[in-house]
């Protein structure tokens, strides 16, 4: 059984750093793109930051220069560097992964649960 499981999140004023991480477990081939979306209270997920197998990246504008993705292929780990936070930066965020569970099987989208970050002002 697949599992991501995000941690890092928490309590922080603005101006603050945190670090996320996203552990993917269970018996898999490998994993293709991993990124990290946040959904805020009364509004849509939306994308915060992606990463290739390749370490390819892309950015929100809305964190571009304050957050960094990251990926560590060999512990199935990705991770989210969130510095200058602000409090708009408040929301749950969840970890998606891209999974191939054998060579020839189609690719599959996991989610983890999420883990929430609050940005006080």
């Known amino acids: 059984q697949v599992q991501l499981v995000e941690s890092g999140g928490g309590l922080v004023q603005a101006g603050g750093s945190l670090r996320l991480s996203c552990v993917v477990s269970?018996?898999?081939?490998?994993?293709?793109?991993m990124g990290w979306y946040r959904q805020a209270p009364g509004k849509r997920r939306e994308l915060v930051a992606a990463?290739?197998?390749?370490?390819?990246?892309n950015y929100a504008d809305s964190v571009k220069g304050r957050f960094t993705i990251s990926r560590d292929n060999a512990k199935n780990t990705a991770y989210l560097q969130m510095n200058s936070l602000k409090p708009e930066d408040t929301a749950v965020y969840y970890c998606?992964?891209?999974?191939?569970?054998?060579?020839?099987?189609?690719?599959?989208?996991?989610w983890g649960k999420g883990t929430l970050v609050t940005v006080s002002s």
């Open positions: 998606n992964a891209n999974i191939l569970l054998a060579p020839i099987a189609p690719a599959v989208d996991y």
């Open positions: 269970g018996r898999i081939f490998s994993i293709n793109a």
């Open positions: 990463i290739t197998s390749g370490s390819s990246t």
